[in-house]
């Protein structure tokens, strides 16, 4: 069973950045998916960007341009680089790993964009 601990959010001002991590607990080199998600306060659950095993990305129109996912296998690690941050970024971000048809997901950590 995969374990994912996020880490790195917080207060920012809007323009601002920040990076957020997710270590798992074992090694991702084999982790076909991972991806960051994000909650809103009274909406649902919404895709932000994920990254293959082959490090192929996807990301929300919402955050193209300003956001970069990425991984490192030696590391364990997965990150979400936000850049040019808006208000409609806050949000509890969540990372996942889709691996051996399961799907693990991270407590999460609370991002806050100040206008």
């Known amino acids: 069973q995969v374990q994912l601990v996020e880490s790195g959010g917080g207060l920012v001002q809007a323009g601002g950045s920040l990076r957020l991590s997710c270590a798992a607990s074992e090694s991702i080199f084999s982790i076909n998916v991972m991806g960051w998600y994000r909650q809103a306060p009274g909406k649902q659950r919404e895709l932000v960007a994920t990254i293959t095993k082959g490090d192929i990305t996807n990301y929300a129109d919402s955050v193209k341009g300003r956001f970069t996912i990425s991984r490192d296998n030696a590391k364990n690690t997965m990150y979400l680089q936000m850049n040019k941050m808006k208000s409609e970024d806050t949000g509890v971000y969540y990372c996942?790993?889709?691996?051996?048809?399961?799907?693990?997901w991270g407590q999460g950590t609370q991002v806050t964009v100040s206008s």
């Open positions: 996942n790993a889709y691996s051996s048809g399961k799907l693990y």
